[in-house]
Each structure stands twice: as structure tokens, then as C-alpha cells.
């Protein structure tokens, strides 16, 4: 029912930015909340951010609110994160994912729709 395309990783300095985008392709009529995860070499996966359906947002760490945001345009069928104050904690794989509704906790990501995923690299 749904088709998630990362696109704009890569690497960045410490303390730059980098936005990545989702684009979202939905096959029925039914809304969906879209979200996403990062794992980084050798760690469990880890909830960014999420955003329903109806624009309520859904935050996994304090750390992250503070820095990244997620918007959603729905006439382009995209959703954005914004990364500010990147550091190379920051490093990771960061995939586009996509349920029926916002997961709430980072120590349960059963979200069913998976993306293929886009490297961040922030180096010192």
C-alpha cells in the first residue's frame, strides 16, 4: 500500500545541516503516519521523528527534537527532516518508515512499511 524513496544523505562536517526527503507514494485511500528511523554501526535502531496523518509529531529523544524537525507536504507527496548541529553521533543509516500511526516509544518501532535508507556521515 505504500512506497517510501529516501534521498539526500551523505557527508557533512560537524555542526552543519542536511535535509533529508521522503517521497511517499500511497496506493489507497487510507492515511498513513510517516516517520523515521536511523541506526547506526553496531546499535539498535533508534526513532528520529514522526509525523501522523494530520500533522501531529511524535518525538523519540530530546537530544533530536531540539536539533531535527520533520514536515510534511502532502500536495508533493513528501516529507522532510531537517538536520541542524549535526555531530558524528549523528552518523548513521536513516530510513523513511510508515504505519498506520506514530509509534510512541523508540524501544518499539514496529512500523510496516520500510524504506531502503540514506547514509549520514558527519565528520569532526
Known amino acids: 500500500q505504500v512506497e517510501l524513496v529516501e534521498s539526500g544523505g551523505g557527508l557533512v562536517q560537524r555542526g552543519g545541516s542536511l535535509n533529508l526527503s521522503c517521497e511517499v507514494t500511497?496506493?489507497?485511500?487510507?492515511?498513513?503516519?510517516i516517520g523515521w528511523v536511523r541506526q547506526a554501526p553496531g546499535k539498535e535502531r533508534e526513532g528520529v521523528l514522526c509525523?501522523?496523518?494530520?500533522?501531529?509529531?511524535?518525538t523519540y529523544g530530546d537530544s533530536m527534537k531540539d536539533r531535527f524537525t520533520i514536515s510534511r507536504n502532502d500536495a508533493k507527496n513528501l516529507v522532510i527532516l531537517r538536520m541542524n548541529s549535526l555531530t558524528p553521533e549523528d552518523t548513521a543509516v536513516y530510513y523513511c518508515?510508515?504505519?498506520?500511526?506514530?509509534?510512541?516509544?523508540?524501544?518499539?518501532?514496529?512500523?510496516?512499511?520500510w524504506g531502503q535508507g540514506t547514509q549520514v556521515t558527519v565528520s569532526s
Open positions: 509525523i501522523s496523518s494530520r500533522h501531529d509529531i511524535t
Open positions: 518508515v510508515a504505519d498506520r500511526y506514530c509509534y510512541s516509544r523508540t524501544s518499539y518501532l514496529g512500523y510496516k512499511h
Open positions: 500511497i496506493y489507497t485511500s487510507d492515511t498513513y503516519a
